[in-house]
């Protein structure tokens, strides 16, 4: 009874189970019907194909003759102005490309003799006191009947108002104006009405205008003012359309086009017509898993997304558009790089989205059977692509295309498959030749360059890059900004158009401290304080300093310091003296001691110009600028600013006689052309001038260059210690071009807040030293003279792999056959060496003065030009104070000839690299005694490896006493000091020979060049 129970219990739970279940089964038939339905109907997405696309043309479609045209423009620059070369350089393009035969004349090279007999006249000059009566020439002609465009906004100056009416223009403001965006008051441009466009990088462009109600004004700035910016106006029989936006780059072209079509009531050119939209990576495999951002927004996994939600909208844009699309087929996303390739066999999604694609209206490509570039093995992605891999052959390379041509036939039979696109634009040139060669129904190529520069941004615009066209190479420079900071950029583009490329550069790099040594600010800064705790003056000497000279000895900077004696504001002689020496003595002496150089800025910081000095300046100065940007008077008279240099140079040699000013740096980079004649003609001294690279309001600006008086000039090209972008820039560029570093600061730059004071010293510093750090890294290879130097290189940074010895090396034959000296009596030591204060003439002068007194008959030869006349006067009056007897001084002479009177050698400079001197001593047989500085002890002794033995002496700088002991070993020990000569002599012929030296030089440049040409630049 009670199984009975149980068993009559349990059929209603059964009789429920088979209801749910029943009613389970059914939904899930349902759902699979809507599964099978869906995958039925995306599996047979077909399409029409169609034989309706453009066919693409041959190259013999653009090889015909073509018609001979009378020029009908006049294209009219000036090569001495930048913006007319720019203006000249884009307008020229544009009118080739638009097929409109001109001719081009250089104002500079036809002056007077340029006709304006031309339908159309393009003005790029933008000095119209250069074209004097010519320019109403011009507007005569344009009255007649003829048409201008005015491409250069011209300066604001008088000849500008004698015409400016004759173009529509009422009234000219004195400066320009900063354009910020563009606003199209005029359908003139497809696409432009009503439209407003930002500038990138305004400047003070355009003239500030006023204009006859008779201009037809079709751009104006996109402001409250509406600044005309390009208008046509009727004078006579003819138009003048000017063109007020003053931008000369590529992306302005179109620009210059529209406005040319202005001057004529019709104008017909020649276009492209076309319009492309890429889908890279499509079809493709699809990624699976979530999204971040796709969950966010849509709540669904990416496969989904991407087929309910982009292509959907994708298709969306097309329909209402008209927008036809290439899609580029990635087959896989392996990494395989070697053959054999395994095909792709799921093809659902490729089918269904590649079909879509087809059926409406687009096209199929290649982009790739996975996304490796095609590339060989040696290829360097220079570490911006870390999981690329090369591929292993050109073999490979073609198998995978080839693997890639298969899979896209198979699944789309009836396409021709005429685009290529490289994953993420990287082609080499096997991988070109392969698709050229191997694959001809590949007729376009969407990326075949070698791109070197992009932009910084996801879109990476190629800005710089190259590629081959038959046997040529076609450089693209698409910078579109011609500016002095960007001219090591165009040189380093032009270099890519040879295998090999060499120029002469200045190589070599100056750090400047302006106001260094100077009187020290009392008082406390708000900075340091905060940061330190401690006064402006123990800042500088505990602190500022102390980390200056632990970046020189990191990173080998010598710093050059320019003098200021006083920071009073007087103007007229006489001048003071500064009495308050210490601080001076204390960092100067400092400075010279770590290997710097003192130079000249200023008896105080006040500019040497007189007032109304800026009349006399070239292009760009304004009168007035001074009195308005610097808060700075004007010296009295040409005397007094001569007086004050004459005090400061009094000044420097009392507080550093050792050292011989040579630079002069401006204060505040200001110097007028008065001034800069009184450094030429009453301060011999004063070798080179140091201001400024790059054009300022009022500065002395600089080129490198011998100056016609024979001062060199030296800009500096960046200052201060939060180097921004632009000068980064323009360091990078003057890197390529002089292959030089020019770089100031002041001391006071760690008190003001517009120079980084705010972000403390610490940050300063720190920013400097990253600026100090990539250039000390910049170059590929670092040579050094000697193994000692090689190990300073490694311990301050530099990779071992990077440092490379090569000694210098002499003409051997030269000197190996002169004979040694008879024997007849007496020991005769010779120094061939610049009369200079590094060469410490004085320490050999006082030290054969000792030699003297220990043996009678020994002459001293001092043979070499007065690099520093007054110091070689020092030298002559040493002598004569001492009355040593048997010191010559014989000047320039024949060294090969006057050898051959020397008994031995001797060198005892306070700094040297590698001596050429010793090494030709060496080589004619005289031993030499040198004192302890760069690699003489190397000289002397042998590098590792060397046992051929001593070769001479080596003695402490500056140390008398062991100078003059060894000169007397020398001479006492005929033997051991012809055994030494030997030794050197046999040196020189196994380690420092000429041609050696030129081999491995070579070597260096060849490794170096093909580790680059093999990287083949992204």
Known sequence: MKRKAEKESARPKNRILRLQFGKMQWAMILFGLMIVVLLFERRNVKYEHSESSLPILNSESFSGPSVQQEPECLLLWDSTQEDSVNAKTEMSAVLSQMKIPFEEQDWEQNKGTASFGYENIILAVNQYEKLGTSLLELFDHIKAGGNMLVLCPPEPDTYLKLVSDKMGIRDVGATRYCVEGLRFKSGFMIGGKDKDIEVSDPFDSALSVTLEEGAAVHIVSADDKEMPLLWEYAYGDGKVVFYNLNFFEKVYRGFYCAAYS????????????????????????????????????????????????????????????????????????????????????????????????????????????????????????????????????????????????????????????????????????????????????????????????????????????????????????????????????????????????????????????????????????????????????????????????????????????????????????????????????????????????????????IPLCLKGFDKSFGDGYVQGTYDRLFDYGYWNSKEDMEAAMHELVRFTEKLFPQASASVYVPPSNILSEEARSILAEEFPDIKAIASIYFKGDVEYTQDFEVAADGLAETPRIISGYIIDPYMEMAALSELNLHYVNSHFQHPDDVLDPDRGAEAGWETMRSRLEEYLAWLYGAADMITSLFGNARKIQIDIGCAPERCRVIPNGIHYKRFCDIPLKEEEGWTDIGAVVRLAPIKDIKTLIYSFYELKFRLEKVRLHIIGPEDDKQYAQECYELVRQLGVKDVLFPGMVNVLEYMKKLDFTVLTSISEGQPLSVLEYFAAGRPCVTTDVGCCRELLNGMEGDELGSAGFCVPPMDREALCSAMERMCLRVEERYRMGQNGKKRVEQFYRHEDMIQNYKQVYAEVMGKWQGSDSV
Not at 351 to 371: A, P
Not at 555 to 565: H, L, S, T
């Open 262 to 605: 202005l001057l004529s009531d019709v104008c017909v050119w020649p276009v492209i017509n076309g319009s492309a939209f890429y889908i890279d990576d499509f079809p493709s495999p699809v990624p699976a898993g979530e999204g971040e951002f796709i969950q966010r927004d849509y709540h669904m996994d990416i496969k989904i997304f991407y087929t309910n939600v982009w292509w959907p909208d994708i298709e969306e844009l097309w329909k209402k558009h008209g927008i036809r699309y290439t899609g580029l087929v990635i087959e896989d996303y392996s990494d395989e790089n070697q053959a054999p390739f395994e095909g792709n066999d799921d093809l659902q999604r490729f089918r269904y989205f590649g079909n879509k694609l087809l059926d409406d209206g687009g096209e199929i490509g290649f982009h790739g059977y996975n996304h490796m570039p095609l590339v060989p093995e040696d290829f360097d992605y220079k570490n911006q692509f870390d999981t690329y891999r090369q591929w292993k052959s050109r073999e490979d390379m073609r198998l995978s295309i080839e693997e890639l041509n298969r899979f896209c036939t198979w699944l789309f039979p009836k396409e021709k498959f005429q685009v290529y696109v490289p994953p993420s634009n990287i082609l080499s040139e096997e991988g070109r030749q392969i698709l050229v060669e191997d694959f001809p129904q590949i007729r376009a190529n969407a990326s075949i360059c070698t791109v070197h520069i992009v932009s910084v941004d996801d879109r990476e615009l190629p800005v710089l890059w190259e590629r081959k066209y038959k046997d040529e190479t076609i450089v693209f420079d698409n910078f579109g900004i011609m500016e002095k900071a960007y001219r090591g950029i165009h040189a380093a583009g032009y270099s890519l158009l040879g295998e090999a490329f060499a120029w002469p550069v200045i190589n070599g790099s100056s750090f400047y401290l302006d106001d260094f040594p100077s009187p020290v600010p009392s008082g406390a800064s708000e900075y340091i304080q905060r940061d330190y705790g401690i006064s402006v003056k123990d800042f500088y000497t505990n602190v500022w300093w102390s980390d200056l000279l632990k970046l020189s000895e990191k990173y080998g900077c010598r710093y050059n310091g320019m003098v200021i004696e006083d920071y009073n504001d007087q103007v007229e002689a006489p001048f003071k003296p500064n009495q308050n020496i210490q601080r001076f003595q204390y960092f100067g002496s400092s400075l010279l001691k770590n290997g710097g150089e003192i130079g000249l800025h200023g008896y105080n910081r």
